[in-house]
């Protein structure tokens, strides 16, 4: 699911100075198509008919601008569980409900006004009821506009969020790549995907979640490299390790969880252990543990053997064993397929 498109929330102003604007512009349309009147009775008329043009248009435009706001933001209790979830965790959830439901009120609210007061200005009595009731309308739109402010600013809040949550496709096969920063996840991933993600010799350089395809017939895998150590409550994490810590609980099949045993990365090797005994217990998929960077310092190998020894030993950097773990991901799958059946 792709949130790129989502329209941006503007400030209450911008909205009703547009309306207004679109109803000016209606306004001297028409003045070019009606006659000018003498007397005073057919002036009135026209004056009628002019201002009710005016709110007319103001109404229609506000109408379909608020539209737009909560009928174009996805409906979060519709949304897939991983998305749900997503959605609950990296933005405020029920108070962007909110602000949706108080939108669509006040689309309800201007609508109404202004069938009341093109309803009064058609029975008015002089110019200056036809002033008092126009200047009536727009107080109390403004009114309304005002009120809801807040909430705009919520749901903008809200889609720059949604802006920057990964297209994971759902019903394609997934594989999260998971470890400390720097271990070579990235790398990993552009290894496997032909991907191009940042790649720095420096900790924690996915800012987003970086995912990729890797298409070994006839079969097509998802591929993510989930930053962040899931080492603090959820609550704590920022946006993208909430991101990753739901991609490991809802959309991955499989974790791939990578080793540096040069420690190279900056995280020894206790810490390293520590972790994935931490993803053992928080995610109930299937782990395959890889050992990369064995072309540098591995005098501590035998320790991450010694817990997992059926650990694919690679360097992405020479692409030993890049095939092997491609391998293992096929056989994984066909052997899930076959137990199905």
Excluded at 168 to 179: D, F, L, N, P, Y
Excluded at 205 to 215: D, P
Excluded at 220 to 241: A, C, H, L, S
Aim: glycine fraction near 4%; charge should be positive; proline fraction near 3%.
């Amino acid at each position: 699911m792709n949130f790129q498109y989502m329209q941006k929330t503007e400030n209450y102003q911008k909205y009703l100075d547009r309306a207004i604007s679109a109803g000016k512009k209606r306004v001297e349309r028409a003045r070019g198509k009606v006659p000018k009147m003498r007397g005073n009775e057919p002036r009135m008329k026209q004056r009628q008919y002019f201002e009710i043009e005016l709110i007319t248009e103001v109404q229609d435009n506000l109408a379909e601008m608020l539209s737009k706001i909560y009928l174009k933001f996805p409906n979060l209790e519709e949304l897939s569980p991983f998305y749900n979830e997503l959605a609950r965790v990296t933005i405020r959830y029920n108070l962007t409900k909110q602000a949706l439901g108080s939108v669509k009120w006040a689309e309800k609210q201007c609508r109404e006004v202004s069938w009341k007061v093109v309803i009064a200005i058609k029975r008015a009595r002089s110019m200056d009821e036809i002033e008092k009731q126009k200047k009536a309308y727009f107080g109390r739109i403004c009114s309304v506009m005002k009120q809801i402010q807040k909430h705009l600013v919520i749901i903008e809040e809200s889609r720059r969020v949604l802006k920057s949550w990964p297209d994971v496709k759902e019903g394609v096969r997934t594989i999260a790549i998971a470890g400390y920063p720097n271990v070579g996840k990235s790398s990993l991933l552009k290894a496997l995907t032909q991907t191009n993600p940042e790649i720095k010799a420096y900790a924690f350089t996915t800012k987003s979640l970086n995912i990729g395809y890797l298409e070994i017939e006839p079969r097509i895998y998802q591929i993510i490299d989930t930053p962040g150590t899931f080492d603090r409550e959820i609550e704590k994490m920022n946006n993208v390790e909430k991101q990753a810590y739901v991609v490991m609980k809802h959309a991955a099949e499989k974790i791939l969880y990578m080793f540096d045993p040069s420690e190279s990365c900056g995280y020894e090797v206790e810490s390293q252990l520590q972790l994935l005994k931490r993803i053992e217990k928080n995610f109930n998929k299937e782990i395959t543990v890889i050992v990369n960077k064995v072309d540098l310092d591995t005098t501590k190998l035998s320790k991450i053997k010694k817990e997992y020894p059926h650990a694919i030993e690679i360097s992405v950097k020479t692409r030993k064993g890049i095939e092997e773990v491609k391998n293992t991901i096929v056989k994984n799958t066909i052997r899930k397929e076959t137990v199905r059946k």
